[in-house]
C-alpha cells in the first residue's frame, strides 16, 4: 500500500501590523501637567503592568501616586496619602 500525502495550504488569520505606541515619559509628563499635576518625585514605567506609576502633587497640593495606562495615558488609579481617589 501506498500512502500519499498532500499539503495543504492554510491560511492564518492576518497578523495585525498597526502596532500601538508607547507614550514617552515626556509626553505623560505634559498630559499630567495639562491636567494640574505638578512636582513629579517619581516616574516609573512598568511595562509588566503595561502602566506609568507617578508620585506627584494634584492641583489641591496632595501628594498623589498615579498609575496611568502606558499606550493611552489614561489615568487608571490615582492615591491620596493611601486614599483612593474617585476618577
Known amino acids: 500500500m501506498c500512502c500519499l500525502l498532500q499539503s495543504y495550504v492554510s491560511n492564518a488569520d492576518p497578523i495585525d501590523t498597526s502596532v500601538v505606541e508607547m507614550i514617552s515619559v515626556?509626553?505623560?509628563?505634559?498630559q499630567l501637567e495639562s491636567s494640574g499635576y505638578y512636582d513629579f518625585r517619581m516616574i516609573k514605567v512598568e511595562?509588566?503592568?503595561?502602566?506609568?506609576?507617578?508620585?506627584?502633587?494634584?492641583k489641591a497640593?496632595?501628594?498623589?501616586?498615579?498609575?496611568?495606562?502606558?499606550?493611552?495615558?489614561?489615568?487608571?488609579?490615582?492615591?491620596?496619602?493611601?486614599?483612593?481617589?474617585q476618577q
Open 61 to 85: 497640593g496632595e501628594h498623589v501616586e498615579l498609575e496611568m495606562d502606558l499606550y493611552s495615558g489614561a489615568i487608571i488609579n490615582e492615591q491620596a496619602n493611601n486614599t483612593e481617589i
Open 26 to 30: 515626556p509626553t505623560a509628563m505634559k
Open 47 to 58: 511595562r509588566k503592568h503595561n502602566e506609568i506609576v507617578v508620585k506627584a502633587r494634584n
